[in-house]
Nanobody
Framework: QVQLVESGGGLVQAGGSLRLSCAASGRTFNKYYAMGWFRQAPGKERGFVAAISRYSSTYYSDSVKGRFTVSRDNVKNTVTLQMNSLKPEDTAVYYC???????????????????WGKGTLVTVSS
């Protein structure tokens, strides 16, 4: 089992920055898990934001590319999402994700294999 706990959400004005963190734990978690972030805005489906593979390759949705940066610390078992130049359309609940797959397709999409945190709310005011 894998447990994920997010932190760092909040309210920020458009153009501002926020930093989300996610701590992973559990008997089966290890550095070979890909980790990432998905988000769900009101009335919308949960969608991919960013991911970092077991080899530290990074992937981003087109909507956040150039503004968000994902990174991981394999000693502390954490993944961080630095969000800059935030826009009102970035408002959503952000979920930390862990996936044991090495496939880029797998780690950038939702599957039954995924582990999830409970989410943290990010609100960007205009």
């Amino acid at each position: 089992q894998v447990q994920l706990v997010e932190s760092g959400g909040g309210l920020v004005q458009a153009g501002g920055s926020l930093r989300l963190s996610c701590a992973a734990s559990g008997r089966t978690f290890n550095k070979y898990y890909a980790m990432g972030w998905f988000r769900q805005a009101p009335g919308k489906e949960r969608g991919f934001v960013a991911a970092i593979s077991r080899y530290s390759s990074t992937y981003y949705s087109d909507s956040v590319k150039g503004r968000f940066t994902v990174s991981r610390d394999n000693v502390k078992n954490t993944v961080t999402l630095q969000m800059n130049s935030l826009k009102p359309e970035d408002t959503a609940v952000y979920y930390c994700n862990a996936d044991s797959s090495a496939s880029v397709t797998d780690i950038t999409t939702i599957s039954a294999r995924d582990y999830w945190g409970k989410g943290t709310l990010v609100t960007v005011s205009s």
